[in-house]
T-cell receptor, first 113, second 109 residues
Framework: DADVTQTPRNRITKTGKRIMLECSQT?????MYWYRQDPGLGLRLIYY???????NKGEISDGYSVSRQAQAKFSLSLESAIPNQTALYFC????????????FGPGTRLTVL | GQNIDQPTEMTATEGAIVQINCTYQ??????LFWYQQHAGEAPTFLSY????GLEEKGRFSSFLSRSKGYSYLLLKELQMKDSASYLC??????????FGRGTSLIVHP
């Protein structure tokens, strides 16, 4: 079984809809992250959480919100999706006690029409 | 961003050696990561340099010079499966990692 899972893997939605992307991990890591990846722009950090009670904005948080429901779960919401949020979204985890090497989920491909 | 510069694309021949450079303008990070990402897949960890110098791990080696703001990833005995993007990322120990845009490596026969 994969250590970091994301659901859904693919999603097509319409402008204005609310979307939630979910991430779960079985690695026992304390830190979790959400990134988006666009062609030519690399990985950009949306939000990160160092523990259940800690939520921080990243480089591009506008239009997104997150919830850390448990140490193992970190969800990303788009309250009102817009076409320029079409991207590949990755969740990642790391362990604070070991260099913070990041382990990524398989990604969610989101298309907003 | 943290002004991380990598070449956009490189091509090389199977069996050859290729060096992917990364320059950055940031400080305060603990170490420098390299990740590999195949098209449509998640990035995976390749290497982490804490100290200046060369770290060798099989066919892959990574070098860091903090004073020069410079790192490189060296891939030897290239294989077709090495065709991927390679991401440079200062980070480690609570320093929020920032990823470069990645270098797309194309290995041809």
């Amino acid at each position: 079984d994969a250590d970091v899972t994301q659901t859904p893997r693919n999603r097509i939605t319409k402008t204005g809809k609310r979307i939630m992307l979910e991430c779960s991990q079985t690695k026992g890591h304390d830190r979790m992250y959400w990134y988006r990846q666009d062609p030519g722009l690399g990985l950009r950090l949306i939000y990160y959480s160092f523990d259940v009670k800690d939520i921080n904005k990243g480089e591009i948080s506008d239009g997104y919100s997150v919830s850390r429901q448990a140490q193992a779960k970190f969800s990303l919401s788009l309250e009102s999706a817009i076409p320029n949020q079409t991207a590949l979204y990755f969740c990642a985890t790391s362990f604070s006690g070991r260099a913070d090497t990041q382990y990524f989920g398989p990604g969610t491909r989101l298309t907003v029409l | 961003g943290q002004n991380i510069d990598q070449p956009t694309e490189m091509t090389a021949t199977e069996g050859a050696i290729v060096q992917i450079n990364c320059t950055y303008q940031t400080s305060g990070f603990n170490g420098l990561f390299w990740y590999q990402q195949h098209a449509g897949e998640a990035p995976t960890f390749l290497s982490y340099n804490v100290l200046d110098g060369l770290e060798e791990k099989g066919r892959f080696s990574s070098f860091l010079s903090r004073s020069k703001g410079y790192s490189y990833l060296l891939l030897k005995e290239l294989q077709m499966k090495d065709s991927a993007s390679y991401l440079c990322a200062p980070g480690g120990r609570s320093y929020i990692p920032t990823f470069g845009r990645g270098t797309s490596l194309i290995v041809h026969p």
